[in-house]
């Protein structure tokens, strides 16, 4: 079967991850570990990479079944364990993707990327609410609706939804810590974006069953 662009760069990294100092990768990011696998944990999901092969899989029954990972969270652990600075720290500060620190001066996110789930869970709020607390604690940072969310567990962000009213529309919104452009490249933030509001459809889908 023909693979795809995406996969084939997927696949790339493979070989650019085994490259690595993975000893290093455990003692920076706590990661559990033996002689095969490494086992980082992506938005509450157990994840382990083949240390032979790069390649990386998750489960949800302690891997008595695997899925292989797509190529959003195969390239956001990637590059977070590959290229994160090595000092890299949170601020414990959060914003807007283009204000973070290392964010060049002209690029602007605005809200389009949003739209489309702000639109969806309009006059939703309570499932909206109850989804995102499936993947994370309730935020004190404001919204209808409101949530911390580990990506990592070392990496933490921001969900905000406010609901429409009379004078606007709903609104959905992502908070970084100020340093995330120490963990990861900037493009890499929106597969990790990318992912979570994927992860968010697929808990909505079962929510509804």
Known sequence: ???????????????????????KMIDKFHLDHDAAYLYP??????????????VVTWSDDGFVH????????????????????????LAGRFCPLHAAKGCASTVYVGNNLFQPIAKQFQGRTALLQKALWTLGNPSPLGGDVSAEIRVFLFLPVIVQFWDADEEFPASFTMLYDENILDFMHFETVFFMTAHLLARLQEIVAALQR
Do not use: H, P, W
């Open 1 to 23: 079967m023909q693979r795809n662009n995406y996969e084939q760069m997927r696949d790339k990294m493979r070989g650019a991850f085994l490259q690595y100092d993975q000893q």
């Open 41 to 54: 944990t992506f938005l509450s999901r157990a994840y382990r990479i083949d240390r032979g092969t790069g």
């Open 66 to 89: 695997t899925t292989e990972a797509d190529y959003n969270e195969s390239m956001t652990i990637y590059d977070v364990l590959c290229y994160s600075k090595d000092d890299c720290r």
